[in-house]
Every structure is written in C-alpha cells, then in structure tokens.
C-alpha cells in the first residue's frame, strides 16, 4: 500500500504563487500545467461547470482569440486548510484584463483545492466568485 505524503502550508502557497503568476502574466502552458487533467471549475461568468482542464482550455483559447490579456492580478487574504494530501487555498483576487485595448478589474474571492500525488501538487478544483458591493474587502482596494 502506498501512502501519499501530506501536503504542507509553504508548498501551497508556492503552488497557489506560481499558479497565480502565471495567469497574471496570461501564460497559457505555465498557467494550465498547474491543473490535473480532471480539475473542475466554477465560474461565476459561466452558465456551467467547466469538467475538464480541457473544457477551461478552450473556453481560455476563445478568450485569446477576441484579444483578452490578463495584465495584472494580485492575490491577499490568503488562507490555506492542510487535510493531509488535500488542501483549500483561498484568498481575494484583484485581476485586470484587457480586451481589444479595454482594460477592466473585477474583484473576487476564489477556492483552489490543490493535492499531491504522483505528479506532483496539482490543482484539482477552481471556485470563482464575486466579492459584494458591499465587501471590506471590496472597500480595501
């Protein structure tokens, strides 16, 4: 029987750092290899769950296609819960995008549910969501 080693607080914030690095700098391979091939994801600017890295993949080349760039995103109030090979990341993200020259920021709050195994830490499941008008978190930006 194999036993998979219990993931620690500094490897998930070094996971969850380069995860959001890559985004931020809209490096597609750099970003997507942080997903196992089963991740799912949960946004709220779809009307579905995404099941597939595969699926984000595509939806993420489409994005590109209309001239989408990430330009910045800032991760805080980061918080991470050990359970053993599992672990929650969660934390606020300030991101601006650009489309055809027209910048935007939202402001939102995500959960990135990362586990060890053969491959590595990967993520296996991504939660977007909007932080509230009426938020402090909202408030400190």
Do not use: N
């Not at 984000?56 to 209309?66: F, H, K, P, T, V």
């Not at 929650?88 to 601006?96: C, E, K, N």
């Amino acid at each position: 029987m194999t036993t998979t080693a219990h993931l620690t607080e500094p490897e998930v914030l070094e996971a969850a750092a380069a995860l959001v690095a890559a985004f931020g700098a809209t490096e597609t391979a750099g970003y997507f290899g942080w997903f196992a091939e089963d991740a799912t994801f949960l946004f709220h600017t779809e009307p579905h769950r995404l099941e597939s890295r595969a699926d984000y993949e595509r939806l993420w080349a489409g994005w590109l296609d209309e001239g989408w760039r990430v330009t910045a995103c800032v991760s805080t109030h980061q918080r991470v819960q050990l359970m053993g090979s599992v672990a929650v990341f969660t934390h606020d993200v300030r991101t601006t995008t650009s489309t055809g020259g027209v910048a935007e920021t939202t402001q939102e709050r995500e959960t990135i549910v990362f586990r060890r195994s053969a491959d590595g830490v990967t993520a296996v499941h991504e939660h977007l969501s909007p932080v509230p008008d009426d938020s402090p978190e909202k408030s400190e930006a």
